[in-house]
């Protein structure tokens, strides 16, 4: 692997292959054979020809901010690193689409363009060290999806290299609705375990005319639910609509970037709407009038855009201001219809009753994808295993409603027997028949995605056992 990668760009040593053992989900931990930096497609096939010829189990790594385990490298394999391929390659605004390598920064993307009046849209919390081919493995989503989707619906083209070494091109030239199955859209979310991708070619959009963002506060979770639905059936989608809850609340404001939320506030909605400048007055006007009819304490527009990057700097970081009231936390990623908001966060509250944990909630509520983030201290024993139950518990709540296990995180080794909750056992045999096709060795990423074979086997029995042995 030195001969194709150089030997300054491969690792292999104990302590500099610790920093590998895991993604954002820290739970589980384990260690690769080696890391291998490659700086361009053919490089990246051919250090896939050579594990696949020597039988050497093998994963893609973005940046690592995954939160489902998808890079954790559970049976030893070889880290391929696109952490290196990092350039955007090709930018055409005539026809409004770029070129980048999988390891381009998300946010460098809107930096990159934003002087001629263009960004990229998909906007994870983590978009300012998060990559793009990351965001195509687990079809990441962000505040502003609510209006203008998730990664999959800002795809064009990719080129991707196959598990045997094979390059191969996805509607190529930025065509995407080539005739034929459409493999981009299997691509995009398979959380690596089809293919490694080199090369993506992604949609940019002009900057909307007008943009006003709205922060309102509300004293029970219940009303602010309520006001999420009111708007939407309003006839407005707006650009982004989140919601925190008090203890999502102390641990922003015990962050970075601290705004100076009400402490005894209950819930908060932050609402932004874009587009046409001469419809946005309009827009903001039934809005506010929504959350007054929901018993709104205080409802307010940003007077400046630095009001609003401070509202949204304060949303954005936080998962990692968790830290600042916790010394561990997890973070889950279901989703539910919108009208089923008020019972699922109160059944939320009841899992954290029951488990003795505090569990946040930040998440986009305008999609009905929650993020219940369970506060923990891993130094007490038993307190992981609570929160790993806590989580389950949470994600069967949203289940159990119609909704998924979900949104944008993906499923990883996190969530993987999840999957019994919304899928029947045909169902997964179906996927895994395809994984099979593109994976016949089951070399690449082995053990993601898909419950183990156990057709019976307790969820919280499983998440026992996996607690003991890590």
Not at 160 to 186: A, C, K, R
Request: with cysteine; aromatic share 6%.
């Amino acid at each position: 692997m030195a001969a194709i990668v150089g030997p300054d760009e491969i690792l292999f040593e104990k302590e500099d292959l610790l920093s590998y053992d895991c993604d954002g989900f820290t739970v589980h931990k384990a260690m690769p054979k080696a890391v291998v930096f490659p700086k361009n497609t053919e490089e990246v096939a051919a250090l896939v020809k050579y594990c696949a010829a020597h039988d050497l189990p093998f994963l893609a790594r973005g940046a690592g901010t995954g939160l489902s385990g998808g890079a954790i490298p559970l049976n030893g394999e070889v880290i391929i690193s696109l952490g290196k391929m990092k350039n955007l390659l090709h930018v055409d605004f005539e026809n409004r689409q770029a070129v980048v390598q999988p390891g381009f920064v998300n946010l460098k993307l809107t930096n990159s363009i934003s002087s001629k009046g263009y960004y990229y849209a998909p906007d994870p919390s983590s978009q300012y060290v998060c990559t793009i081919g990351g965001n195509v493995a687990e079809n990441a989503g962000g505040a502003h999806c609510l209006k203008y989707g998730v990664t999959t619906n800002h795809i064009l083209g990719l080129e991707v290299v196959l598990p045997n070494g094979e390059v191969i091109e996805i509607s190529e030239d930025g065509i995407p609705d080539s005739p034929g199955y459409d493999l981009m859209g299997l691509l995009t979310g398979s959380e690596g375990t089809l293919g490694i991708v080199t090369k993506i070619t992604v949609r940019i959009l002009k900057n909307p005319e007008g943009k006003q963002t709205v922060l309102a506060y509300f004293d029970n979770v219940e009303d602010g639910s309520r006001a999420v639905s009111g708007i939407i059936s309003a006839g407005i989608v707006p650009a982004a609509l989140e919601m925190m809850d008090k203890t999502a609340i102390e641990g922003v404001e015990a962050g970075t970037f601290p705004v100076g939320h009400p402490k005894d506030i209950e819930a908060l909605l932050l609402i932004e709407v874009d587009g046409i400048a001469a419809g946005i007055d309009e827009q903001i006007e039934q809005i506010l009038e929504v959350c007054k009819s929901r018993n709104v304490r205080e409802v307010k527009v940003a007077e400046s855009e630095e009001e609003r990057g401070k509202w949204w700097a304060n949303r954005k970081t936080g998962f990692g201001a968790m830290g600042a009231i916790s010394p561990d936390y997890l973070v889950q990623d279901g989703v539910i219809p919108r009208s089923r908001l008020p019972e699922v966060l109160q059944r939320i509250t009841e899992i954290s009753e029951e488990s003795g944990l505090r569990i946040a909630n930040i998440f986009h509520a305008g999609d009905g994808n929650l993020h219940p983030l369970i506060l923990f201290d891993s130094r007490i024993p038993g307190e992981t295993e609570k929160a790993l139950e806590a989580g389950t518990a949470c994600l069967k709540a949203c289940a159990d409603v119609g909704g998924s296990i979900t949104g944008e995180h993906g499923v990883g080794i996190e969530k993987k027997e999840e999957m019994r909750f919304i899928f029947t056992d045909e169902e997964l045999d179906a996927q895994t028949r395809i994984r099979e096709v593109f994976n016949p060795e089951d070399l690449l990423n082995k053990g993601k995605l898909f419950p183990t074979p156990s057709r019976c086997m307790d969820i919280k029995t499983i998440v026992k056992d996996t607690v003991a042995v890590k």
